[in-house]
């Protein structure tokens, strides 16, 4: 079975710094998705960022990238230039291709970006 | 675009009562998912949709628990009795068809049991 795992509850940054957060898991599987995906106080889920597996090239979108690393099975978030709206939980899921699209979520890490 | 639309957006009940939860798709996705995000933990599947078809209930708490898509297209979850335990925020999400690893999340009902 497919784990994932968050190993900070909570973390903080400061306006226009920049932030990464942790995730790692666990599967037997080659070709998956993985995925970062924003929950604000208001509760929609947002999704931040994709990875495809079978990728090399670390995904970005604006702000976001990750950091891949396949054989380690670690897929951190990277904020940069945080801005206040970027406070929110984030969470970490997992995804096997091809298998209908059941998403295994992390624990989630709670970011306050302060001002 | 509409998003997907949930209702209700609270839901306070006794423990033993019954409940029910309502979705409505973005038009034109045939995948349907039921989460149930408990307070501190990221959400867990309950049960996925193929327009009318069940594709996974695996994780379905099924003595307590049932959900339907008449039609393919709206879904209601419900809880018949409730429990404590089933306190959380139930989410649904869909997709296109072939589009599973994009899913697009509704709002969420909360629910407290007393």
């Known amino acids: 079975a497919q784990t994932v795992t968050q190993s900070q509850p909570e973390m903080s940054v400061q306006e226009a710094e920049t932030v990464t957060l942790s995730c790692t898991y666990d599967?037997?599987?080659?070709?998956?998705?993985l995925f970062w995906y924003k929950q604000p106080p208001s509760r929609q889920m947002i999704l931040v960022i994709r990875?495809?597996?079978?990728?090399?090239q670390n995904a970005t979108e604006n702000r976001f990238s990750v950091n891949f690393q396949k054989a380690a099975k670690s897929f951190s978030l990277k904020i940069s230039d945080s801005q206040l709206g970027d406070t929110a939980m984030y969470f970490c899921a997992f995804m096997k291709r091809n298998q209908g699209g059941k998403l295994i979520f992390g624990q989630g890490t709670e970011l306050s970006v302060k001002p | 675009e509409a998003g997907v639309a949930q209702s209700p957006r609270y839901k306070i009940i006794e423990k033993r009562q019954s409940v029910a939860f309502w979705c409505n798709p973005i038009s034109g996705h045939a995948t349907l998912y039921w989460y149930q995000q408990i307070l501190g933990q990221g959400p867990k599947l309950l049960i996925q949709f193929q327009n009318n078809g069940v594709v996974d209930d695996s994780q379905l708490p099924k003595d307590r628990f049932s959900a339907e898509r008449l039609k393919g297209v709206d879904s209601t979850l419900k809880i018949q009795p409730a429990k404590l335990e089933d306190s959380a925020v139930y989410l649904c999400?869909?997709?296109?068809?072939?589009?599973?690893?994009?899913?697009?999340f509704g709002p969420g009902t909360r629910l407290l049991v007393l």
């Open positions: 990875q495809e597996a079978y990728k090399q």
């Open positions: 999400a869909s997709t296109i068809p072939g589009g599973q690893e994009t899913q697009y």
């Open positions: 599967t037997s599987e080659n070709n998956y998705y």
